[in-house]
């Protein structure tokens, strides 16, 4: 009987001291979780091959890959703006093609809606080199001849389908254009007041390419640009051009420091009004149209590429030495930081691409064919996949969301 009785007595204390380590976990589940970070199940990561054909479709969540073959080697690839489809951009060989990842959003969850397959959709023209998308539209400026390719995301499955050509009467250059929430469209022009291929102006453009509104500025050359669909901004020579689709035109001074420097790539953000410039001469840096300012993110001449990710929030940087920085956009803090890759040269060939979603960033190694998936919260290298030998251009498919129907 005393046997029992002490027994009980164990169980008891056993039990209670189970509990109060259950609880104990609970209330530190947010410091050490115990469920493995896994990536979105309807988000796909897209390559093109610098020497094949070859296109990869990776599934990040079990780390397999499908593999495609495009038209030609050597193509840059984005996404629209829906997330389900890609353009795919021969440039040197006046070819447009479409890719269908086969996800369907709809907001709270999203259909698996046919597989992953090149559109139907497709374009002729002569160098298509800079594109966009919105408004339901893919949209390309087409270098050889000034004109802009036009097409919607609901012909990508159409039979037959072609771009659009639309012709405002410019000069062949390097140029480049972005789409106002109204319809319209703000395109670069050149007049030859600058030497070289690189425009000097910006006007606005009905979708049949009559002039709605002449450019108010001229600047020493343009390169790189980025719309929220209200704001239209372009890295100058002069400054950061900011273009209205009422026609409003002005110039953000670059910092003091920059000398001949400017931004040849602006980046678009979540926040309305707020873009990402970058210069491989000096750094990245937050550009505030509303404020007229631009300030500091990371100065540096040390960085291979800088991606804002696929939901805008924040900004992820790797630089030369292999360290990868992560930067809250709100905050323009570093969220988190390491040393990820080995060392790249600033004179190689092919440099590392990225890619950042929620939770991960995505790393070509074109030396050795892979994919790397770093964990962002972690800094480490969770995955490595094989995809085509020579990867070269790399883009987000899909959706931050694994709830399907």
């Not at 594109?131 to 390719?149: A, M, P, Q, R």
């Not at 049949?208 to 509104?213: A, Q």
């Not at 209200?230 to 273009?243: E, I, N």
């Not at 919260?377 to 094989?386: F, H, L, N, Q």
Request: charged share 20%; hydrophobic share 35%.
């Amino acid at each position: 009987m005393k046997n029992n009785y002490y027994k009980l007595i164990f169980l008891f204390a056993l039990s209670s001291f189970t509990i109060s380590c259950s609880n104990d976990d609970d209330d530190n589940i947010n410091e050490t979780p115990t469920e493995t970070l896994t990536e979105y199940k309807f988000l796909r990561v897209l390559l093109s091959d610098e020497k094949t054909t070859e296109i990869t479709l990776v599934n990040p969540v079990d780390g397999t890959s499908s593999f495609f073959n495009a038209k030609f080697a050597k193509s840059t690839v984005y996404t629209t703006e829906s997330g389900r489809y890609a353009g795919i951009i021969h440039g040197a060989n006046n070819t447009v093609e479409t890719f269908d990842s086969g996800f369907e959003g709809h907001g709270d969850h999203v259909d698996v809606d046919g597989i992953p397959k090149f559109g139907a959709l497709t374009g002729q023209s002569s160098k298509p080199t800079h594109f966009k998308s919105k408004i339901g539209e893919l949209l390309t400026f087409n270098d050889g001849d000034g004109t802009l390719s036009v097409a919607k995301e609901s012909e990508v499955n159409t039979a037959g389908a072609k771009f659009k050509v639309i012709n405002a009467g410019l000069l062949a250059h390097h140029g480049a254009m972005a789409t106002f929430s109204n319809g319209t469209y703000a395109i670069t022009e050149k007049d030859n007041s600058v030497a070289g291929t690189l425009p000097e102006k910006v006007k606005i453009i009905d979708n049949i390419g009559k002039t709605l509104f002449e450019a108010t500025i001229s600047t020493k050359g343009i390169h790189g640009n980025a719309s929220d669909g209200t704001y239209a901004v372009f890295g100058s020579a002069s400054g950061v051009l900011v273009v209205e689709s009422s026609g409003k035109q002005k110039l953000i001074a670059l910092p003091e420091d920059f000398g001949t420097s400017w931004f040849g790539s602006i980046l678009e953000t979540k926040a309305k009004g707020k873009f990402i410039g970058y210069t491989a001469a000096k750094g990245a840096y937050l550009i505030d149209v509303a404020s007229g300012t631009i300030k500091p993110i990371l100065q540096s001449v040390d960085i291979v590429q800088c991606k804002v990710s696929y939901n805008k929030t924040k900004l992820g940087i790797l630089l030369h030495n292999g360290e990868f920085k992560l930067f809250n956009l709100t905050t323009l803090q570093v969220e988190k930081q390491g040393k990820v890759i080995g060392e790249t040269a600033k004179d190689a060939s092919m440099k590392p691409q990225i890619e950042l979603t929620e939770n991960f960033a995505y790393i070509t190694s074109p030396t050795t064919g892979e994919l790397l998936q770093l964990n962002l919260p972690t800094m480490s290298i969770a995955k490595k996949m094989k995809v085509s030998n020579t990867p070269y251009r790399i883009t987000i498919l899909g959706f931050e969301n694994s709830k399907g129907h």
